[in-house]
């Protein structure tokens, strides 16, 4: 475990974007506060707009603490959260997922468009090849990782993906219970 004054160090990867429909903007204040009140610190994408500017506010207003790391190139355009207690700047996506990871005891994964899966698969990618260890949750907020969920266990069942690697994700439309399988 890192240490912080907090517990656990939770990345949470979802979308710079809203979405269509309510149940995504509750999910992500939902996390965000869930985190802060299990005593756990905020690890995500140090931007402001979207999903990823409510679940940063939710923890911030639960008394959490809030950790950002953002690409230079994405200050402007995702509007860096000036609010958190940290927002590392770093020269690119990838140092920020490499950074992300550094920080974080486990992954958890809201609704989230390319840029949320691109995040997943690296850290699903990462454990596979023993450069992290951390357990990988999927948050499936009205299903919406159930067909991936089935398309990957359809790689393993073909002998595309190991199953040893399917050992440290868990997929749940349940908050709580998948907290409990990742921490």
């Known amino acids: ?17 809203a979405g269509q429909g309510p149940q995504w903007a509750d999910a992500a204040r939902t996390a965000g506060r869930t985190i802060a009140e299990q005593g756990h610190t905020l690890v995500y994408g140090g931007g402001r707009l979207g999903l990823m500017g409510i679940l940063a506010d939710a923890a911030l207003d639960a008394g959490g603490r809030v950790i950002g790391v953002i690409p230079e190139s994405m200050v402007e355009r995702e509007q860096a959260h000036t609010g958190i207690h940290e927002n590392h700047i770093v020269a690119d996506m990838h140092a920020r997922k490499l950074k992300l990871t550094q920080l974080a005891d486990a992954f958890l994964v809201l609704p989230g468009g390319f840029g949320t899966l691109d995040e997943l698969f690296e850290a699903i990618t ?13 948050w499936s907020v009205d299903d919406y990782y159930a067909e991936l969920w089935s398309f990957l266990h359809k790689g393993r069942d073909l002998g595309f993906m190991p ?6 994700m868990s997929i749940d439309t349940d908050l709580d219970r998948l907290l409990e399988q990742i921490l």
């Open 1 to 17: 475990m890192n240490s912080n004054t907090q517990g656990t160090s939770i990345c949470v990867y979802l979308g710079a974007r």
């Open 126 to 138: 990462w454990r596979q090849l023993d450069i992290h260890h951390k357990r990988i949750g999927l």
């Open 163 to 168: 199953s040893p690697t399917f050992d440290a």
